[in-house]
């Protein structure tokens, strides 16, 4: 098992005064059971797991909020005795089987302040929507989950000179980095890029001695798994149409995502603009996939400022994601990442860091930047916000790859910062923006793809 930032969140939780039901959201398999057990074990209390797939017939007690006969239910499931003042965690897992005990938190909170409860399972999101159940507003917290962050995957593979190396970096003394520390980070960042922060991956490569075959083959099934999901998901749609729009997605991954793509996928799959955005909606629900925003960035925060009708999409998992479009791993290793399958690879390897850095309780949300077409052509990958700045990040190669959309953006929005996402040693530089005899000057930041999880510290300390 894994230390994730995400059992430190739930200790954190656990050992507060006052605290609510914690629901734990992600996809299938990021480790949010595990997380939970682990979370128990380091806080050397004991955890009730009740399993409400295994256990449907709890459905009544929980759709009429008796709380006090579920405990005894409870109790009698597991043979452990456990009442309002116990110290133990109770765990309810797969709580898409029974999405009344979701609306139910509000009264273990109200009736049982001190009962630590924890509620997660797959597809939790679209099971409590298309259930219409009454959310327990103000009444429970929540917890963010997705794959392990390339910090933890080098936590989990036993690399803490190179874990260590990135905490020494500071914004004052990343120029300093030897080139052999430098190299060897990118390879680590190659070894995550191929195996992906699935934990089972992870435990996989760590098994075979990272075995690319082996890893691959557990990856394959993953995703297949997530198609087997497709039949449980209601509505009109087959799996088989499913199956067919989450391919053309796949296939869209970083890409600006326009009617007429989506027009194209409809068609390929046999199906309607209609049907194609019903699918959207469920594989963003079921955490698969994260839709990137276009935000004009006049404002904070970036989500009061965003055209939904304009976006790209990210996948889960940069490992999974090389599966299903086929990339093969000398395409990752022989060289650089910015370059590899026409930079869609580096584009979701960044999303992805960035999707993890803020604190597990934030739902995870990405944008990105373009001006109008009347003003040129233009793209900032990502938008950052840190406190009360907004800072345009470019996946770029080197340090000689062109830079146009950020002086665009750096004179459009009269930015001091911007930062460069690429396989090149860290560096600051003080620059001018120059387009239509306008001028700015402005302060760029060029970060390796190992200190993308840094962004945050990095920009602080400027």
Not at 216 to 229: F, G, H, V
Not at 255 to 283: C, D, P, V
Not at 414 to 422: A, D, K, L, N, V
């Amino acid at each position: 098992m894994f230390n994730r930032r995400a059992v430190e969140e739930i200790q954190t939780w656990y050992n507060r005064s006052k605290r609510k039901p914690l629901v734990i959201r992600g996809a299938r398999q990021v480790g949010k059971t595990t997380a939970v057990r682990l979370a128990a074990e380091k806080l050397s209390v004991r955890i009730l797991e009740i399993n409400l797939e295994r256990h449907t017939e709890l459905e009544p007690l929980f759709k009429n909020y008796k709380v006090e006969e579920l405990l005894f239910a409870f109790s009698l499931i597991s043979g452990e005795q456990i009442s309002k003042e116990s110290k133990a965690i109770l765990f309810l897992d797969e709580a898409q089987a029974t999405p009344s005990a979701y609306a139910c938190l509000r009264y273990f909170h109200e009736n049982m302040p001190g009962l630590a409860v924890v509620l997660t399972g797959s597809l939790l999101d679209q099971v409590l929507r298309e259930s219409a159940i009454s959310t327990p507003v103000g009444r429970v917290e929540h917890l963010f989950m997705g794959p392990l962050t390339f910090e933890e995957f080098l936590s989990a593979t036993g690399e803490s000179a190179a874990l260590n190396a990135i905490e020494m970096l500071t914004r004052s003394t990343m120029h300093l980095i030897p080139d052999s520390v430098h190299e060897n980070l990118m390879a680590q960042v190659r070894r995550y890029t191929l195996c992906g922060g699935m934990p089972y991956c992870v435990q996989t490569a760590i098994d075979t001695r990272f075995n690319h075959a082996e890893i691959a083959k557990y990856q394959i099934e993953l995703l297949q798994s997530y198609k087997d999901d497709f039949a449980k998901y209601t509505g009109s749609q087959t799996a088989l149409q499913l199956n067919a729009f989450f391919n053309g997605i796949i296939g869209q991954i970083g890409l600006q995502f326009s009617h007429k793509q989506a027009n194209e996928i409809a068609l390929k799959s046999s199906g309607n603009n209609r049907q194609l955005n019903q699918a959207l909606e469920r594989f963003l629900e079921a955490r698969l996939f994260y839709r990137v925003l276009h935000s004009g960035a006049d404002t904070i925060s970036l989500g009061g400022d965003t055209k939904i009708r304009i976006s790209k999409f990210l996948f889960i998992d940069i490992g999974l994601l090389l599966a299903a479009q086929g990339v093969p791993a000398q395409g990752i290793m022989g060289s650089p990442l910015e370059l590899a399958n026409r930079g869609i690879i580096a584009e979701q390897l960044v999303g992805q860091q960035l999707l993890a850095a803020k604190a597990g309780y934030i739902n995870p949300a990405l944008y990105y930047w373009q001006p109008p077409k009347s003003e040129g052509q233009a793209e900032i990958d990502f938008l950052y916000e840190s406190e009360t700045r907004v800072y345009p990040i470019e996946v770029k190669s080197g340090t000689s790859g062109t830079i146009k959309s950020l002086h665009a953006y750096v004179l459009k929005k009269q930015s001091t910062e911007g930062i460069r996402i690429s396989s090149a040693k860290p560096s600051v530089h003080e620059l001018v923006a120059k387009a239509n005899k306008q001028e700015k000057a402005f302060r760029l930041i060029n970060l390796p793809f190992y200190l993308v999880n840094q962004i945050d510290r990095m920009v602080s300390e400027g």
